[in-house]
T-cell receptor
Framework: GESVGLHLPTLSVQEGDNSIINCAYS??????FIWYKQESGKGPQFIID?????DKRQGQRVTVLLNKTVKHLSLQIAATQPGDSAVYFC?????????FGAGTRLTVKP | GAVVSQHPSRVICKSGTSVKIECRSL??????MFWYRQFPKKSLMLMAT?????????EQGVEKDKFLINHASLTLSTLTVTSAHPEDSSFYIC??????????FGQGTRLTVV
């Protein structure tokens, strides 16, 4: 069935480097996407969102890119810090619910 | 941002007993609440969607008699795991939204059935 999934399950980066986390989705009708950060034992926290009528959105140190042609979503984190270590999920909003990708664990090395 | 409070954060119960988990929206009226289950190192799996005053809509494969969901008010939804068994041990997370916002998540509840 249709789903949202990630290319890489784990990502390890050096502190200060930029991180890129990728996500593929298959429902071309989805019009809203969200990135969440989940620290161990906690609920997901909203990071940034993007609507399908946009291809880029920037926040503080984070940028989300949306490529509707290939149904690909990415989260870029600039100057990655140890506090960024967490699992990152992309989510696809379908009507009244959200479907999550598998998640990528980001580890930041000091 | 909006605050969603989930309680308890951790619970241990004996096999065969029932456990209730509460999800409250503290500063907005949650017209819709969602319940998710998360297995270790896995993504969130949507269990059910509930609208205030209506019966919950369960995802395929989720037993409605096992996981009772009540959304009696615009600020409170409860998930009751009935006759819990060790395989029900998991991390349960709720989220809530109103008609204007994206969903905000609770802190999650770690259920351990012994």
């Amino acid at each position: 069935g249709e789903s949202v999934g990630l290319h890489l399950p784990t990502l390890s980066v050096q502190e200060g480097d930029n991180s890129i986390i990728n996500c593929a989705y298959s429902n071309s009708a989805s019009d809203y996407f969200i990135w969440y950060k989940q620290e161990s034992g906690k609920g997901p926290q909203f990071i940034i969102d993007i609507r399908s009528n946009m291809d880029k959105r920037q926040g503080q140190r984070v940028t989300v890119l949306l490529n509707k042609t290939v149904k690909h979503l990415s989260l870029q984190i600039a100057a990655t810090q140890p506090g960024d270590s967490a699992v990152y999920f992309c989510a696809e909003k379908r009507r009244n619910d959200m479907r999550f990708g598998a998640g990528t664990r980001l580890t930041v090395k000091p | 941002g909006a605050v969603v409070s989930q309680h308890p954060s951790r619970v241990i119960c004996k096999s065969g007993t029932s456990v209730k988990i509460e999800c409250r929206s503290l500063d907005f009226q949650a017209t819709t609440m969602f319940w998710y289950r998360q297995f270790p190192k896995k993504s969130l799996m949507l269990m059910a969607t509930s609208n205030e005053g209506s019966k919950a809509t369960y995802e395929q494969g989720v037993e409605k008699d096992k996981f009772l969901i009540n959304h009696a008010s615009l600020t409170l939804s409860t998930l009751t795991v009935t006759s819990a068994h060790p395989e029900d041990s998991s991390f349960y997370i709720c989220s809530a939204r109103d008609e204007f916002t994206e969903a905000f998540f609770g802190q999650g509840t770690r259920l351990t059935v012994v």
